[in-house]
């Protein structure tokens, strides 16, 4: 039978996932089905039982279901159960298994598309949910000097670095946090990688935190793509950063989870182009 997978979420109509994936099948001369699951906001549990049920090999999951996956799969990788949360899952006969591939696919983006090495770098990380939750531990892995993660709630960024702090330690990296309004102050000499992973850029809100954390030539990657994603890039242009959305991410991590199902990681660059062309002519 051909191997099945999906993306289940709410909202889900406007997913790439379905693109993404057909062009990593086709690279790959694999044949594979690959569908969008809408689930009802009180129903993920049951809509994933049900998607396994129908003979399908895994799926991932965008919001707002992450955080609900680690408790529903046998063993989830270890990048999972650091950030507590999980994108794609494998219907393992032996067991469901989980992994969270967006660190790994916004690292990849950075350093590989973008060409900017994380190492001794200071890393801002704005957002404290389950966008920074997942990309949290991939960014110290990578050997940044520091990760200093803002929040317009505090207590939720002091939550996330302190989850992490071990694991800091182990990649000889540091992480601390503090309000929005902190950033300059825990960014002394500014930063060379912004992350926006907050939905600041929809609520009109351009400029997460204050543009004096930015230096010359620094990084500001928004996690979002498309319009949604559009007053952030225009607010890191106009103080002279490299602007970068999150197509470069969207189409790394989802390589990961191909890799995760498949056992073979494509290859992202024409694919990214591809999708890139897509959007510009939709």
């Known amino acids: 039978m051909t191997p099945r997978y999906a993306v289940i979420g709410n909202p889900v109509a406007h997913s790439q996932s379905p693109f993404i994936h057909g062009e990593f099948a086709r690279q790959l001369g694999h044949d594979i089905q690959y569908e969008r699951v809408l689930s009802p906001l009180d129903g993920f549990t049951a809509t994933l039982r049900s998607w396994a049920q129908s ?6 999951v965008t919001v707002p279901f992450k955080f609900e996956v680690p408790g529903l799969v046998a063993a989830c990788s270890p990048r999972a159960q650091l950030a507590q ?3 794609t899952v494998r219907f393992d006969p032996q067991g ?6 967006d660190g790994a696919g916004l690292v990849a983006d950075i350093q590989q598309h973008a060409g900017m090495g994380l190492k001794g770098c200071t890393v801002l990380l704005v957002g404290a949910g389950g966008a920074a939750a997942g990309v949290l531990g991939p960014l110290l892995a990578a050997g940044p000097r520091q990760v200093v993660v803002v929040n317009r709630t505090p207590e939720k960024a002091a939550a996330l670095a302190a989850s992490h702090e071990s694991w800091a330690h182990q990649h000889g990296s540091r992480v601390c946090a503090g309000g929005l ?6 960014c002394l000499q500014g930063c060379e990688v912004l992350v926006n992973g907050t939905a600041s ?3 009109g809100a351009a400029a997460p935190v204050a543009e004096r954390v930015l230096r ?18 225009d607010w890191a ?12 991410m969207l189409v790394e991590q989802a390589a990961e989870a191909y890799a995760f199902w498949r056992g073979v990681r494509p290859h992202t660059p024409p694919v990214l182009a591809a999708l890139r062309q897509r959007l510009a002519t939709h």
């Open 55 to 60: 003979g399908a090999n895994g799926c991932n």
């Open 201 to 203: 850029s929809l609520a």
């Open 181 to 186: 309004q902190d950033a300059p102050a825990l």
């Open 216 to 233: 010359p030539g620094t990084l500001a990657v928004d996690m979002m793509y498309g319009p949604a994603a559009q007053g952030f890039l």
């Open 85 to 87: 949360a999980a994108n």
């Open 237 to 248: 242009q106009a103080q002279g950063a490299q602007a970068r959305d999150g197509l470069g």
């Open 96 to 101: 469901w298994r989980a992994d969270n591939t």
